[in-house]
């Protein structure tokens, strides 16, 4: 495990930009953020992708006056545009960032057998599920707030606002219900920074080898690692097609 943390008392986002339209989705997002802190209070972190969308869950937390620290996971296999743009995003808001993944040699070893292709099942599990297991151990963590939406994915459509993570931990999903115009809207209308490879013609943004050009998820090879849960039920492995 390693644990990179930056905290910059100046470093918080300007909360005086307008937004888009303080009704619905963007009331809704912050009075979710609001109870899931009130009732974990420092058990409850944020867990980002470092994605194409992740400053706009990161955004909506510093704008709930909340501190929530932030944990990443880092597979080994990112592309190398990722790290740089979420340090960006953790020094813009003043975070303290956790950072999770497989060791050296678990990474040396996956690159041998390209274990995405081999057993991309396995391959998620030592990339992802483990290093996440791991972190919500080491934190105490009894909740995450995560940035999924049910529009991402037909796997995705039927997930809630709050559901059981793979380690019992409760997942509150405070964007599941915004469509991709009003994220749109929104970066736009407060000038967010996307990933860089949005620029590029990438609608998602995963790992390195598993990630090509394509609007929202249709460029990603592993379309679910397992992360994410419906009703309990982890969402399994899908090989985009």
Known sequence: MSIYELVQSDGEADSSVVTPSETGEYNDALQRIDQAHQTYGDGLFTLTSAGVDSALLIDLVSRSGHSIELIHINTGFLTPETIPFRDSLVEKYGLRLHEFGPS??????????????????????????????????????????????????????????????????????????????????????????????????????????????????????????????????????????
């Open 104 to 241: 050296e040699e678990e990474v040396r070893t996956m690159s041998e057998m390209q274990l995405w292709q081999t057993d991309p099942e396995e391959y998620s599990r030592v990339t992802k599920l483990e290093p996440l297991t791991r972190a919500i151990q080491t934190l105490g963590v009894t909740a995450l707030l995560s940035g999924i939406r049910r529009d991402q994915t037909s796997n995705r459509a039927e997930i809630g606002v709050i559901d059981t993570g793979n380690d019992g931990e409760t997942r509150i999903h405070p964007v599941i219900d915004w469509d991709q115009a009003a994220i749109d809207d929104y970066f736009s209308v407060n000038g967010l920074p996307r990933h860089p490879l949005y620029e590029q013609g990438y609608g998602s943004v995963g790992d390195a080898h598993t990630t090509f050009k394509g609007k929202n998820r249709e460029g990603r090879v592993i379309d679910e690692c397992g992360i994410h849960v419906v009703g309990g039920v982890v969402i399994r492995n899908r090989l985009a097609t």
